[in-house]
């Protein structure tokens, strides 16, 4: 069973971060990107999914469980602070689900 941590990220650059955030990732990862979307399977269990819109973008994190979820968001906020230096850092907002 996964473990699905949700947030939105307010940004009027939304899909250009994304796009920065997949293909950085897609040197260690089998990404993939489309229209605003963008998928990082960070193992077999944990995956985070990146849709962008005009107000922000939206993750979808599911992973193992709270633990790995805690690490994962971490190492997504700090990336994405990373490619938006300009306005950073950005306010997330998770929520916890299934």
Do not use: N
């Not at 260690?28 to 963008?38: I, K, L, Q, V």
């Not at 990082?40 to 005009?54: E, I, L, N």
């Not at 939206?58 to 602070?81: F, N, P, Y």
Request: glycine share 8%; proline share 3%; hydrophobic share 35%.
């Amino acid at each position: 069973m996964s473990f699905v941590s949700k947030a939105f990220v307010s940004t009027a650059s939304g899909d250009k971060y994304v796009q920065q955030l997949i293909k950085h990732w897609s040197h260690r990862f089998e990404t993939s990107y489309a229209d605003g979307e963008g998928l990082v399977p960070f193992s077999d269990v944990a995956s985070a999914s990146f849709t962008s819109d005009p107000e922000g973008i939206r993750i979808v994190l599911r992973t193992s469980g709270a633990e790995e979820a805690e690490t994962l968001r971490g190492v997504i906020e700090s990336h994405l602070d990373r490619f938006a230096f300009r306005e950073a850092p950005l306010s997330y907002t998770w929520e916890d689900g299934r």
